[in-house]
């Protein structure tokens, strides 16, 4: 059934379905609706849930990390300064195995202060050990919350997930969403049941103190787990295909890229609008194409490789920077392209929640085409920003 | 280059030890690094800690596995630790112990000095801190120092650190040491059985590193594998209860941090699992009757 929502409406929808047991929770905008709906659902019984008000969102993901190594089902949402603050706790839960789900709407870090979307926040947890994966629209923020728990609690995996969506770009934009039903969900994803938790009848330590000549390993399995992640993301993205009706690609999706001769990497809502670009374009006789990150972490080297071979030029929409040249986005997609010859062009923008138009990714297309022409392009290009020139 | 490196256990002050060094090299015009490695820093556990001493800048920043010297600061270290492992042939060992080099089996025939440190200490400092005084030990061992440059250097780090008159006593059990130092070459017959340690691969590792209770070729792991981990060796004093004056008031059961005190009867008959008792003295120090005494585990 259709229903017209919020991103963060669909969320709060999908960890209900999810049955999710322990939510620790901070509001923080613009993330605060996730909150309020869950404890809506928890209030009105929809929902059988521990909602838990922490003081801080330190406090959130010890919390989580506890419930999940207690053996529950653990949900969690915040943002930026939210998760900054969580940073520690962060970095605490995905060696010790515990697959939380916490959704981040991803908004700038300050300062300055602002409240609109950037991705520094999530970037900021890049190597933390937790996957990530950015959507493009409210279904998909709704689905990839599904797909977490799937993944996070494949015994492969078991580490935790950050489904991110863009700060009011969907947070607080109403959208028709399919909700599935939840016997389709239940039959999608069965109980959470770990192998070890934290229980009198087997008492286990969990979180000990690791010397150094244990460390290197513990580092390396918590590595190959991220590694494992990718097949695993490809299998519930084919699975959930074949329940739901709706395949997002896996790791990464492409637009329009069986014969393009240069692509776009594009994150998150700027995905949707550049799709609609790729076919004005497309209809003028110029072939570009689009390759979407979905996740960040585990990183599609390989896969990226294998779309973008053959391409005249690469152009990499970074919403946010690294203050070392170009984005995150731009320094991982450059490194997985080693050795291949392309061009590879930074477009800086959306940052802070400036609008990404289709005016915009237009110029984007159209200097990375003149890239590929071996026109002089900058590598690294601010958008839109007062004093830059193109 | 000359490198040391010290056996002791926590409290002891191995690593000031180190330092001290450190600073009589300094002193002497040379150049010296001092550092610990510790494990789960704990009162009796051992640590070590290592000196390096050259007369340029010394760039290696990594532990030390060939040492010219080997300083142990309790000799009960001896029955777990091979403390002359990587010993130079040529290099040397001090020790605290109450018996002459020649009754010393170290499991290798090297020059070494011995020194009843623990009793200088008691004597002089009234602690069994042994640091200082095998510091005398050292320098008398060894020449890498002379034993002023000790007692100067002592005077500075402990001066500065605990006031002048502390310094000044700790120099004086450097210099005692110093004199009752016995050397001689030690005995080379045991061989110490290498205790297995549990290294897993990172597929071996549980997912998590979250171990429940369990078995390995080393020995036990996770919940409850603290039992196979006597640490009777620690004790400089262990407490002994006289029944005649206790009350049960069970406060020394109480406050014990390792859970050595258990009672063994319905009416509550208390014992002291020497196992795992440290020597702390808590129980002794809680006692409202003064019934419990702390006396020396080792001479």
């Given at each position: 059934m259709k229903h017209v929502i919020t991103g963060d409406h669909a969320v709060a929808i999908g960890a209900k379905l999810c049955r999710v047991e322990v939510v620790p929770a901070y509001p923080i905008t613009p993330q605060t609706l996730i909150i309020e709906h869950i404890a809506e659902f928890v209030n009105d019984g929809e929902m059988n849930a521990k909602f838990m008000t922490m003081e801080s969102e330190h406090s959130v993901m010890s919390a989580a990390a506890g419930a999940s190594a207690a053996g529950a089902r653990v949900f969690t949402a915040t943002s930026s300064q939210?998760?900054?603050?969580?940073?520690?706790?962060?970095?605490?839960?995905?060696?010790?195995?515990?697959?939380?789900?916490?959704?981040?709407?991803?908004?700038?870090?300050?300062?300055?202060?602002?409240?609109w979307v950037e991705y520094n926040d999530s970037m900021g947890e890049r190597d933390s050990g937790w996957l990530q994966v950015y959507v493009e629209d409210n279904q998909e923020a709704l689905d990839m919350v599904i797909q977490s728990y799937r993944i996070a609690e494949d015994k492969r995996v078991l580490l935790p997930i950050m489904p991110c969506l863009d700060g009011f770009v969907l947070s607080h934009t109403v959208e028709p969403v399919d909700v599935p039903d939840e016997s389709l969900v239940d039959s999608f994803l069965s109980p959470y049941e770990p192998d070890v938790y934290l229980n009198p009848?087997?008492?286990?330590?969990?979180?000990?103190?690791?010397?150094?000549?244990?460390?290197?390993?513990m580092r390396r399995q918590t590595a190959g787990a991220v590694e494992a992640a990718k097949e695993v993301v490809v299998e519930v993205n084919r699975e959930f295909a074949k329940v739901f009706g709706r395949d997002y690609g896996g790791l990464i999706d492409t637009y329009?890229?069986?014969?393009?001769?240069?692509?776009?990497?594009?994150?998150?809502?700027?995905?949707?609008?550049?799709?609609?670009?790729?076919?004005?374009?497309?209809?003028e006789g110029k072939k570009v194409g689009i390759v979407k990150l979905r996740f960040f972490r585990p990183f599609p080297a390989e896969e990226l490789r294998a779309a973008l071979s053959g391409m005249g030029a690469v152009g990499?929409?970074?919403r946010s920077i690294s203050y070392n040249g170009g984005g995150p986005i731009f320094s991982e997609v450059r490194s997985a392209l080693y050795g291949m010859t392309m061009p590879v062009i930074n477009h800086l923008a959306g940052i802070g929640g400036r609008d990404v138009t289709e005016n915009l990714i237009m110029t984007m297309f159209e200097l990375t085409l003149e890239a590929a022409k071996g026109g002089k392009v900058k590598e690294v290009i601010w958008h839109e920003t007062r004093g830059e020139t193109l | 280059m000359f490198e040391v490196r010290f056996h002791g256990r926590g409290g002891q002050g191995a690593v000031m030890a180190a330092q001290t060094l450190a600073e009589a090299a300094v002193i002497e015009g040379n150049y010296a690094v001092a550092f610990p490695f510790f494990g789960a820093e704990r009162r009796g556990a051992p640590v070590l800690a290592f000196t390096r001493i050259d007369?340029?800048?010394?760039?290696?920043?990594?532990?030390?596995?060939?040492?010219?010297?080997?300083?142990?600061?309790?000799?009960?270290?001896?029955?777990?630790?091979?403390?002359?492992?990587g010993l130079k042939p040529d290099g040397s060992v001090v020790i605290n112990s109450k018996d002459a080099p020649t009754d010393i089996d170290l499991g290798m025939e090297v020059h070494t000095g011995a020194v009843n440190a623990t009793s200088v200490a008691l004597e002089i400092?009234?602690?069994?801190?042994?640091?200082?005084?095998?510091?005398?030990?050292?320098?008398?061992?060894?020449?890498?120092?002379?034993?002023?440059?000790?007692?100067?250097?002592?005077?500075?780090?402990?001066?500065?650190?605990?006031?002048?008159?502390?310094?000044?006593?700790?120099?004086?059990?450097?210099?005692?040491?110093?004199?009752?130092?016995?050397?001689?070459?030690?005995?080379?017959?045991?061989?110490?059985?290498?205790?297995?340690?549990?290294?897993?691969?990172?597929?071996?590792?549980?997912?998590?590193?979250?171990?429940?209770?369990?078995?390995?070729?080393?020995?036990?792991?996770?919940?409850?594998?603290?039992?196979?981990?006597?640490?009777s060796g620690w004790a400089t004093f262990r407490p002994v209860r006289d029944r005649e004056k206790c009350t049960m008031c069970l406060l020394c059961w109480f406050y014990c941090p390792e859970g050595t005190i258990v009672r063994i009867s319905d009416?509550?008959?208390?014992?002291?699992?020497?196992?795992?008792?440290?020597?702390?003295?808590?129980?002794?120090?809680?006692?409202?009757?003064?019934?419990?005494?702390?006396?020396?585990?080792?001479?």
């Open positions: 939210g998760l900054a603050f969580m940073h520690e706790m962060v970095y605490a839960t995905a060696p010790l195995r515990l697959p939380v789900v916490m959704v981040n709407v991803n908004r700038s870090l300050s300062s300055p202060p602002g409240i009848e087997q008492p286990a330590v969990i979180g000990m103190l690791m010397p150094p000549q244990y460390f290197m390993e329009r890229m069986e014969d393009a001769q240069i692509a776009l990497i594009t994150i998150g809502t700027v995905t949707s609008t550049a799709r609609k670009v790729v076919d004005d374009m497309r209809n990499v929409i970074d | 007369s340029g800048k010394i760039y290696s920043k990594t532990q030390v596995y060939t040492p010219d010297c080997v300083v142990v600061l309790d000799d009960s270290l001896l029955d777990t630790i091979d403390v002359v492992a400092l009234k602690a069994p801190i042994t640091n200082t005084a095998i510091l005398g030990a050292l320098a008398k061992v060894t020449g890498i120092v002379s034993i002023e440059s000790i007692e100067a250097a002592i005077k500075r780090r402990f001066g500065e650190k605990l006031g002048e008159k502390i310094g000044e006593r700790n120099a004086v059990a450097a210099r005692t040491a110093y004199e009752r130092t016995v050397t001689g070459k030690s005995m080379g017959v045991k061989r110490l059985e290498q205790k297995k340690q549990w290294l897993p691969t990172h597929q071996e590792l549980p997912v998590g590193g979250a171990l429940v209770a369990g078995k390995t070729d080393a020995g036990l792991i996770g919940p409850g594998s603290f039992t196979e981990n006597n640490v009416k509550g008959d208390l014992m002291t699992n020497y196992d795992y008792c440290k020597g702390c003295g808590i129980c002794a120090n809680e006692c409202p009757v003064d019934a419990i005494k702390m006396v020396r585990a080792r001479v």
